[in-house]
């Protein structure tokens, strides 16, 4: 379990063979989770300043490609302030970079996503993107809005993402359990529970 706020930027120093190393100073023992840009992985082993995690087929099929830059977050201890929201490091899938606008001394990022995960999304909720914990600033059709404060932009890599690329999005784990809970809806939507095999 994490919260989204980011403790560093690591660089990825290899990733080979669904090995990944990464470069950070994040202290931990074999076994830990870790969240790479929102993705949990387990800490393989140890080497000097790095990091390595196997990465499985189903992770490279949820989420974005690992290179660069990555966020880094270990998990949550009992105890520690939740000072941004529940994120499993549990990847719903890949949404785009539309657009990028300056509002103020904030950042406002349009990101298009799939409806899948758009009806998870609810303006003033808890979305992460590449793991940062953030608040939906608004959200249509075909995309949510999030703004970035400049400590945000100052302290993760999404001061270095372009329109066009990719980022791993993450929505609330309160949506999906009302979701499943609820009757299927009369627009002639599903639960995943529901659908015939």
């Known amino acids: 379990?994490?919260?989204?706020?980011?403790r560093e930027v690591g660089t990825v120093v290899a990733y080979e063979g669904g090995r990944l190393v990464v470069r950070c100073t994040t202290e931990a023992a074999l076994g830990d989770s870790i969240g790479l840009d929102g993705v949990c992985l387990t800490v393989v082993d140890l080497g000097a300043g790095t990091l390595s995690f196997d990465v499985v087929p189903e992770?490279?099929?949820?989420?974005?490609?690992f290179g660069g830059r990555v966020n880094v977050e270990p998990a949550l201890r009992a105890g520690e302030p939740l000072g941004g929201h529940y994120v499993q490091g549990h990847v719903d899938g890949i949404g785009t970079v539309r657009s990028i606008t300056a509002d103020g001394a904030d950042v406002?990022?349009?990101?298009e996503?799939?409806?899948?995960?758009?009806?998870?999304?609810?303006?003033?909720?808890s979305v992460a993107v590449?793991?940062?914990?953030?608040?939906?600033a608004a959200v249509s059709d075909t995309s949510f809005v999030i703004a970035l404060v400049p400590h945000t932009l100052a302290e993760t890599t999404l001061s270095e993402v372009g329109t066009g690329d990719a980022v791993n999005v993450e929505t609330d784990i309160l949506a999906k359990y009302v979701e499943r809970l609820l009757p299927p809806s009369r627009t002639g939507a599903q639960r995943a529970d529901t659908m015939p095999a």
């Open 130 to 136: 590449d793991g940062v914990s953030l608040t939906v």
């Open 108 to 111: 406002r990022l349009t990101v």
């Open 1 to 6: 379990m994490f919260t989204g706020l980011v």
């Open 59 to 65: 992770t490279g099929s949820r989420a974005k490609p």
């Open 113 to 125: 996503a799939p409806p899948e995960l758009l009806r998870h999304c609810v303006e003033k909720g």
